[in-house]
């Protein structure tokens, strides 16, 4: 029994560095990614963010808008050859109207698709305040994505949903993410692509390019911390 304990007690030696150092350098790729993107006292003073522009779909260009109030509601529009369609995510409920999908009314998404789609409602992604959530984040190692070099984190929320980041080893931008999500009733993986990274007047740096499912989004205005008329997260019966 002695023997086993002192094998155990060196494996364990030999473990533990290596465990702890892979902590680490996912705690020094984060602190370097968010002092990136504006830093942590920046990105802790944003309540609210409304971003518009156009949406680039199967060859058709439309208006889109998004608005966030942090941990509250989130709703998405669109308006394409005249039709307008629209999508609010709140913390115990959602709703969609996609005429363009064949919608005839606003539907009541399901208990999935609002679990999936919580990560919406956070203004400073997911990395920022990971901790206070319950998460961890992990460091898987380098891939080439995008053709930029860059670091691997998959980060778990406490109710176990995954999403792989990948963070560029040189401007520590967040390149691209995967998440498999529920999507009109059907599970799937959900690439999303981000460039055109931009300062605004709050110091904080955001992507005002994003590409994901064969449709690309460029947001041309930003306002941060403006006041957002909360009826706008009520869905309108159609």
């Not at 904080?204 to 957002?228: C, E, M, R, W, Y």
Request: net charge neutral; glycine share 8%; hydrophobic share 35%.
């Amino acid at each position: 029994m002695r023997t086993v304990k002192i094998i155990l007690f060196v494996l364990l030696a030999i473990a533990m560095p290596s465990m702890l150092l892979k902590a680490q350098t996912a705690d020094e790729i984060l602190e370097k990614h968010i002092a990136a993107i504006g830093g942590r006292d920046n990105w802790n003073k944003i309540h609210s963010i409304s971003m518009s522009g156009t949406l680039s779909a199967g060859g058709q260009v439309a208006d889109f808008s998004t608005t966030v109030v942090d941990g509250k509601a989130f709703r998405q529009d669109f308006t394409m050859m005249g039709v307008t369609g629209y999508k609010i995510i709140t913390p115990t409920a959602g709703w969609m109207f996609m005429p363009g999908a064949g919608d005839e009314q606003t539907r009541q998404l399901s208990k999935e698709e609002v679990y999936d789609a919580q990560p919406q409602l956070n203004v400073k992604g997911n990395l920022i305040d990971y901790k206070s959530r319950g998460a961890k984040v992990e460091y898987l190692g380098k891939e080439k994505t995008e053709g930029q070099d860059c670091y691997r984190l998959k980060i778990t929320e406490k109710n176990g949903r995954e999403e792989h980041l990948y963070v560029s080893a040189d401007s520590y931008y967040l390149v691209s993410s995967l998440s498999h999500v529920m999507v009109n009733g059907h599970e799937m993986d959900v690439a999303t692509v981000y460039r055109g990274y931009e300062k605004q007047p709050e110091g904080v740096l955001i992507a005002t390019i994003v590409n994901t499912q064969g449709s690309s989004i460029n947001f041309t205005h930003i306002d941060i911390n403006k006041p957002v008329d909360e009826n706008i997260f009520k869905p309108v019966k159609k």
